[in-house]
């Protein structure tokens, strides 16, 4: 990028990775239990429509928290931003493996949805290297 990030947009990007990876961290714990769920193994009240529910909020609170930091660093249609887009669209996407009504799982949709994630992430990680490096 052959810009130099201030010493404080630094310490806040090094943050901002790190919540990424925590927020990772919870999506991944989200298709485990559904794997649950289907399998019958999860907690009784534990369905694919409250899951559903759950997911979507944390969609929402990291989407918050990304776009926070896209706007006040101005990174507004960079690559950064891109990369987060698509990473959002693939997450919202990868409930599409639930079927909430029936509270059934299509495992096939569920694996193919997990790996259109981590290539997102990984996009996402090779970009924001290149921000800070």
């Given at each position: 990028m052959g810009k130099t990030i201030a010493r404080g947009q630094l310490l806040e990007t090094n943050v901002f990775v790190e919540r990424f990876l925590t927020y990772r961290e919870v999506f991944v714990e989200?298709?485990?239990?559904?794997?649950?769920?289907?399998?019958?193994?999860?907690?009784?009240?534990?369905?694919?429509?409250?899951?559903?529910?759950?997911?979507?909020?944390n969609v929402k609170r990291f989407s918050q928290l990304c776009n926070s930091?896209?706007?006040?660093?101005?990174?507004?249609?960079?690559?950064l931003d891109q990369t987060l887009n698509s990473y959002f669209i693939e997450l919202i996407n990868g409930l599409d493996c639930m079927d909430q009504k029936h509270n059934v799982l299509n495992r096939e949709l569920s694996i193919e949805a997990q790996q259109k994630?981590?290539?997102c992430e990984s996009k996402f990680m090779e970009t924001i290297g290149k921000y800070i490096g």
């Open positions: 989200y298709f485990k239990t559904m794997n649950l769920i289907e399998r019958g193994e999860a907690l009784t009240h534990e369905n694919y429509s409250r899951l559903t529910y759950n997911y979507v909020i930091y896209i706007t006040k660093y101005h990174l507004e249609s960079s690559k994630i981590k290539n």
